[in-house]
């Protein structure tokens, strides 16, 4: 049991269970005026235990895993470890190495004897054994008296009236709301439950021992309340209490402990309020805050509270944490018995089926383990005691019980071999018209976009991370993301053959639901991320392509279909999940130039205060720098003479190729209009900051870059743009928000690199932690994966409650060639002067307005730079 204020509670108890005083018989009264007179609080225990009549059902147990202190600190990889052994059993357990001992922050006292939760009225001796409620009356086959049950049809009672009335037609079977309680009010009651429920004739002598039923006495009783009932028996269960209301029992960043070990177990995988997010799950991409999937829900039990046979949403894993007190008894029966235990239950049940088709989507129901378990339905059992972990797999049904008063926390989780499973989920969702609670589509494209760059990040730039190794042992022709994804498109390609040939397909390149807003079907409630069927009389209104024909009666011409991606690019995308280099070459092409999200927005820039200059006596021989016709010619852009400043920065006098980097404030309109690379959000009267960061102050959203290394011109393909000129070797610095701490400031090396064939890599490193590195074929591309990142942080830490973070509008103004500092007048100029002959023809034409392909060979005198007749003057390395 627990320490603290739970020893003081468990005290009052045995010295007076049922008692109260009359200062908490008022505030009773007050707190649950709502509750019918017949609720379980309010009526002494009369069901007493006959141990002769247990109905224990014999069963095989679930597996039970014990991870070394090693073995733990991956949670994902633990799990993928032990899937091949568990999975087929439905259920399983996880005990922590002894070392593993969280705090529970649900034991400090302002919390224990403050803060109170609501509960639902449990009718235990009703979840197998009832009529259907249209064959119902008024009152019960065994009379309940002052009981009322409350239905989503019904008002709630108060405590000095009859329970309301409807047509037995509308009522649907339900849990009552409960009264409220305090964590120490409700294990009192729980106790005093338990205690009057189990007492043997022979007490005096039983309590004089301590004695108490085992674990196999109450679950022989649980299933003879279940299978043959003789008496009502009620209880209370407080389940699905949001903690982010309520609050976690797991520590949090922001929560106070006296454990000075707190922090590596707010920082733990096993810790449910990081378990979503993990890298490896696919939930790691959802950004909104689903309550039960992405936050943990907590679950206070008493003897006999059920939950009833069900799946996870979208039949996602799930993980139970058991904080304290007595144990839980589970029941699983493995995902790929499903729909076998799914006819048994209708079976044995089907006037409660037919009234609601959809029975176990309402977890109200149970059905005894003996009984599946004579029809054939594998079901394994699971004793979790405090301390444990229970995790379940997809689509595996699971039920149980508790054994007294206790407290647990789940969430759930989505490893890449989900994807087929969650597929299959929202086919199934969609057949009885159910709503999603998470865009699967999106999930699923989102998580092969990721994989194909770690394809490449492995293959090409050789960068094997965990994470990316993850991901490419996920991909391959047999790899279960590519099979997911290979399923998918079938479905999709399936659906678009059988649409009518007048449907108008209109490839968009962005998702219905980029913008942030949820579309589904009309009809089914299907996501339409991928494809959607609208027209121009409803534009609001939109159908899935299996209800094509259904969306509205407008004329052929005005209905069409939108596809986010066309047959050619979701084939490609696979070629490239299978490994096959022409695809993946292809495909991180396509997006390194694909246009931007629609939530995109431009950034502001603090540009740097260099200034161009001349000086008659720095020239440089144009000849000298000449290449070959048709050769990628490689031109050094660090011959400088400079005179450094503190630490190495560039100070006055520092000069290349004529161009002056003193921090002198005499822009002129010329100089601040250079060319495409100008920032389009240049303003003068903003102010500006140094190129040696001594003044570079961050403001959130508004970086500045300071360069570092100016690198060396290459002329070929993809190194320049109509925008832009990529020097290889270009590196600059600029401070940002973190990605591992995002309420925390950085700084990142952004640089240019050679990948051969691919033309320039741009890589983005966490300077403090070198090991943080994103890299992509283009400077956008790059930093829209710190961004994405960071978004992800960003909505972890805020569900751990920390404070400070940048706002998800903060990050989305961010633009690759600012945070690069490409958008810089002056290095605009710098990179222009290292081009006198403008051989990076793209830049040049679009800059100057003609072909200077045709003009490439001009004579030097052509280009007054710094004169005619120039020579190389100085050949030092700049390092800022």
Known sequence: MADGPMEQSNMDVVEAPLMEDQHSKDAKMSDNASECSGSPRSRTVSARWDPSEA????????????????????????????RSKAESYGICRIVPPASWKPPCLLKQKDIWEGAKFSTRIMQVDLLQ????????????????????????????????????????????????????????????????????????????????????????????????????????????????????????????????????????????????????????????FEESHISGVLVPWLYVGMCFSSFCWHVEDHHLYSLNYLHFGDAKVWYGVPGSHATKLERVMRKHLPDLFEEQPHLLNELVTQLSPSILKAEGVPVYRAVQCSGEFVLTFPRAYHAGFNCGFNCAEAVNVAPVDWLEHGQNAVELYSKQCRKTSISHDKLLFISARRAVR????????????????????ACGKEGVLTQAVKMRIEMEEERIDRLPSWLKLQPTGSGLNDSGIERECFKCFYDLHLSAVTCRCSPDRFACLKHAKLSCSCEEDDRFVLLKYDVKTLNLLVEALEGGQEA?????????????????????????????GRSPDTVISYESLLGKDGEETKIDLNTIESTKGENGLLGGGCKVFGVDLSLQDQHTPEQKSNGPLTS?????????????????????????????????????????????IFPNGYKSRINFFSVLSPNKICSYISEVADA??????????????????????????????????????????????????????????????????????????????????????????????????????VDASKHELGGPNMEIVGAAKQSI
Not at 684 to 692: A, D, M, P, R, V
Not at 806 to 827: A, C, H, I, K, W
Request: charged share 25%.
């Open 454 to 473: 770690a394809l490449w990040e492995v293959l090409v730039l050789g960068k094997e991370t965990l994470e990316n190794l993850r991901w490419k042992a």
């Open 584 to 612: 993946l070459k292809e495909w991180i092409s396509r997006e390194s130039v694909s246009p931007k999200k629609e939530e995109t927005f431009s950034s502001e820039v603090v540009l740097s205060k260099f200034q161009q």
């Open 55 to 82: 109905c224990r059902p014999v069963l095989d147990e679930a597996p039970v895993f014990y991870p070394t202190v090693k073995e733990f600190e991956d949670t994902l990889g633990y799990i993928a470890k032990i």
């Open 129 to 284: 054994n009832r009529e259907p409620m249209r064959k119902k009356t008024r009152g019960r086959k065994r009379k309940r008296k002052g009981n009322c049950r409350m239905t989503k049809n019904k008002q709630s009672a108060t405590s000095n009236s009859d329970c309301y009335a409807t047509p037995a037609s509308e009522e649907k079977f339900g849990f009552q709301t409960g009264a409220d309680f305090t964590l120490a009010e409700f294990q009192k009651f729980a106790l005093g439950f338990k205690q009057s429920y189990f007492e043997v004739k022979d007490s005096a002598a039983a309590k004089s021992i301590g004695w108490e039923p085992t674990v196999d006495d109450i679950e022989g009783e649980y299933w003879r309340i279940i299978e043959q009932p003789t008496d009502e028996v009620e209880v209370y269960y407080g389940a699905d209490l949001e903690t982010g209301t309520f609050g976690s029992g797991f520590p949090k960043s922001t929560s106070t402990s006296t454990d000075g070990d707190s922090d590596k177990y707010v920082k733990s995988g096993w810790n449910l309020n990081n378990f979503p997010r993990l890298p490896g799950s696919v939930l790691s």
């Open 756 to 857: 051969g064939l691919l033309g320039p890599i741009f890589k983005v490193t966490l300077e403090e932690s070198p090991a943080v590195t994103f890299a992509d074929v283009s400077a956008e591309k790059c930093w829209d994966s710190v961004v994405q990142q960071l978004k992800q942080e960003v909505a972890r830490q805020s569900s751990l409650g920390v404070q400070g973070l940048p706002t998800f509008d903060e990050l989305q103004t961010v633009n690759g060639l600012d945070m690069f500092g490409f958008s810089s007048p002056q290095v605009i100029q710098m990179i222009e002067a290292m081009d006198p002959n403008r051989q990076c023809t793209d830049y040049w034409n679009q800059k100057l307005g003609r072909n200077f392909s045709q003009v490439c060979s």
């Open 680 to 724: 389009a959000n240049e303003d003068s009267s903003e102010e500006k900051s140094s190129l040696t960061g001594t003044n570079c102050s961050v403001k959130r959203s508004i970086p500045c870059a300071e360069p570092i290394d100016f690198g060396s011109i290459m002329i070929g393909k993809r190194w320049s743009s109509k925008q832009t």
